[in-house]
Nanobody, 115 residues
């Protein structure tokens, strides 16, 4: 069983930055998609950023130019660098690592953007 543990969330002022980390307990970074999702109160979970198996990266329109997804395969970690944060970015952020054989989710980390 693989476990994903997110960290790096917290309270930040508008315009600030945070970097989220998602550490996987096992070496599962080959031929996977790695993604960050978020869910705000009373809203559906939405895709924020994804690195697909072939390396293609996509972002939600709402975060393009502000967020960057990256990985460190040696550390089995996927990151989400979030800059120029806005109040509407407030949500619980989840990482996900998946392919046709498995689908793992982290427990979520709260990000609150408020003055």
């Amino acid at each position: 069983q693989v476990h994903l543990v997110e960290s790096g969330g917290g309270l930040v002022q508008p315009g600030g930055s945070l970097r989220l980390s998602c550490a996987a307990s096992g070496s599962i970074f080959s031929n996977n998609a790695m993604a960050w999702y978020r869910q705000a109160p009373e809203k559906e979970r939405e895709l924020v950023a994804i690195i697909r198996g072939g390396g293609r990266i996509d972002y939600a329109d709402s975060v393009k130019g502000r967020f960057t997804i990256s990985t460190n395969n040696a550390k089995n970690t996927v990151y989400l660098q979030m800059n120029s944060l806005k109040p509407e970015d407030t949500a619980v952020y989840y990482c996900r690592i998946f392919n046709l054989k498995y689908d793992y989710w982290g427990q979520g980390t709260q990000v609150t953007v408020s003055s």
